[in-house]
């Protein structure tokens, strides 16, 4: 991205989170379907350095936390909004500013991290192709990105599935295509129920 078009972008995030930030936890409970599943995914195996790109209210990093204190756990978040918050809520993080397309993801936690987590943001970023080149260039050797968005709706009936699209292109969301996943080499894509969410695995 140019200059402008992050400074856009910033823009854009911080006028939508300024006013929604307070309830978004409890009204994203009911349609950011399959995060918990991938942080169970995500403890289930051996870490201990973690960054999420786009971690908003801090809401994951928080649960992983209480589950994984010793771990190092840091995020990098575009929106200064969301960044103050996630700071607020997780005074344990180091959250610094930055895209996920062209961010130095390494620097976060001054090691290049095992783990790179993107919960429901990467169908938000203006260039969904870098960001995960970016991340998967800055993972540790033997290191995973993991992946859980919004997948094609195609088990929907036609009627919601058109009405989830418009609502979701209101807020500049777009699905994440398999084929984005698998140009990209992904190790592992599931698919949770009607094929609402995506899980993608990438490893280093």
């Not at 169970?40 to 908003?56: F, K």
């Not at 195609?154 to 295509?177: D, K, Y």
């Not at 992904?186 to 129920?193: E, F, K, L, N, Q």
Request: net charge positive.
């Amino acid at each position: 991205m140019t200059s402008g078009e992050q400074a856009s972008h910033r823009a854009f995030l911080d006028r939508y989170y300024r006013l929604t930030h307070h309830v978004y936890d409890v009204s994203r409970r009911y349609f950011l379907f399959g995060r918990d599943g991938v942080l169970d995914r995500l403890l289930a195996s051996d870490w201990t350095t973690l960054v999420e790109l786009g971690p908003g209210t801090g809401r994951n990093l928080a649960r992983l936390h209480r589950r994984r204190p010793d771990a190092a756990l840091g995020g990098l978040e575009a929106s200064e909004v969301m960044r103050a918050h996630a700071a607020r809520r997780c005074p344990w993080a180091r959250i610094q500013p930055g895209f996920a397309e062209d961010g130095d993801i390494g620097a976060v936690l001054g090691v290049p991290p095992q783990r790179i987590l993107m919960s429901y943001c990467l169908s938000m970023f203006t260039d969904p192709d870098r960001a995960i080149g970016n991340a998967r260039r800055h993972l540790a050797p033997g290191g995973e990105l993991w992946v859980v968005d919004f997948a094609d709706l195609a088990g929907l009936p036609s009627g919601p599935r058109r009405a989830m699209r418009r609502f979701l292109a209101a807020f500049h969301v777009e699905a994440v295509p398999d084929e984005l996943l698998d140009r990209h080499g992904a190790s592992h894509v599931g698919h949770g129920p009607l094929r609402y969410f995506v899980v993608a695995r990438f490893t280093a």
